[in-house]
């Protein structure tokens, strides 16, 4: 099973039958932008709205039959992290995060996502972090911290993956960029991957990682970009 990047950030894996394509989208209401979740049998039918009066929903994922999507909210940045049967019913918000949310991934007992970095004035500040909730309900739990840019996540197994663009700071370092790894549980982030001037989509399967990028790396020694 290969576990992709796909622009909209849709994860799905062990659909139930029929199978069914779940979005995220924003919806004109009279002049006005409304955003919802949406959900359509993949072998065609009609669409149906899954939650709506949202504003700027984001990445969102899908498993086992239960969706989960990143919405803002308030006006400083804040988002939510919310669930809903793809079959309909009620949306019950899992968390709450004062960042935007980067990248979510879900597998059987609980939602992952990647907080993006907090905002300063020119720049961010190198201060991602990967998080996680409980599907059922819980308190979220702090995986990791400091990351660099996080940008897409994934889970495989027992296993999270992720990307990151490195070092966003004004004048910060540059050239660390990587691929990590770490258990679903928790523990100390391993890098795959890093030194690299920018990390693209990426992908893994159960033996490698494939990921779009350039083909020059940083030397902390000499400072410069070397093929």
Same mark, same amino acid.
């Given at each position: 099973?290969?576990?992709?990047?796909?622009?909209?950030?849709?994860?799905?894996?062990d659909?139930?039958?029929?199978?069914s394509?779940?979005?995220g989208?924003?919806?004109?209401?009279?002049?006005?932008?409304?955003?919802a979740?949406?959900?359509?049998?993949?072998g065609? &039918?009609?669409s149906?709205?899954?939650?709506?009066?949202?504003?700027?929903?984001g990445?969102?994922?899908?498993?086992?039959?239960?969706?989960?999507?990143a919405?803002?909210?308030?006006? &400083?940045?804040?988002?939510?992290?919310?669930?809903?049967?793809?079959?309909?019913?009620?949306?019950?918000?899992?968390?709450?995060?004062?960042r935007?949310?980067?990248?979510?991934?879900?597998?059987?007992?609980?939602?992952?996502?990647?907080?993006?970095?907090?905002?300063s004035?020119?720049?961010?500040?190198?201060?991602g972090?990967?998080?996680?909730?409980?599907?059922?309900?819980?308190?979220?739990?702090?995986?990791s911290?400091?990351?660099?840019?996080?940008v897409?996540?994934?889970?495989?197994?027992?296993?999270?993956?992720?990307?990151?663009?490195?070092?966003q700071?004004?004048?910060?370092?540059i050239?660390?960029?990587?691929?990590?790894?770490?258990?679903?549980?928790?523990?100390?982030?391993?890098?795959?991957?890093? &030194?690299?001037q920018?990390?693209?989509?990426f992908?893994?399967d159960?033996?490698?990682?494939?990921?779009?990028?350039?083909?020059?790396?940083?030397?902390?020694?000499?400072?410069l970009?070397?093929?």
């Amino acid at each position: 099973r290969l576990v992709s990047d796909w622009s909209s950030d849709v994860c799905s894996s062990d659909l139930d039958t029929p199978p069914s394509s779940t979005v995220g989208a924003t919806m004109d209401d009279g002049g006005v932008s409304v955003g919802a979740v949406l959900s359509a049998p993949i072998g065609g &039918g009609a669409s149906s709205v899954l939650a709506t009066g949202l504003d700027k929903p984001g990445p969102i994922a899908v498993r086992n039959g239960i969706v989960v999507f990143a919405s803002e909210i308030g006006t &400083g940045g804040e988002s939510q992290i919310a669930s809903v049967p793809r079959a309909g019913g009620a949306t019950t918000v899992l968390a709450t995060t004062d960042r935007t949310v980067a990248s979510i991934a879900i597998d059987a007992t609980a939602a992952y996502w990647a907080d993006a970095n907090s905002q300063s004035i020119d720049s961010s500040n190198d201060d991602g972090r990967i998080r996680s909730v409980p599907l059922a309900g819980g308190a979220p739990t702090l995986l990791s911290a400091g990351q660099l840019g996080p940008v897409k996540l994934v889970v495989l197994g027992s296993t999270l993956f992720w990307s990151t663009l490195g070092s966003q700071g004004y004048l910060g370092p540059i050239g660390n960029a990587g691929l990590w790894s770490m258990p679903t549980a928790g523990g100390t982030p391993v890098p795959l991957v890093s &030194g690299l001037q920018a990390v693209g989509p990426f992908a893994i399967d159960a033996n490698h990682a494939a990921w779009v990028g350039t083909l020059d790396s940083f030397d902390a020694v000499s400072g410069l970009f070397v093929m």
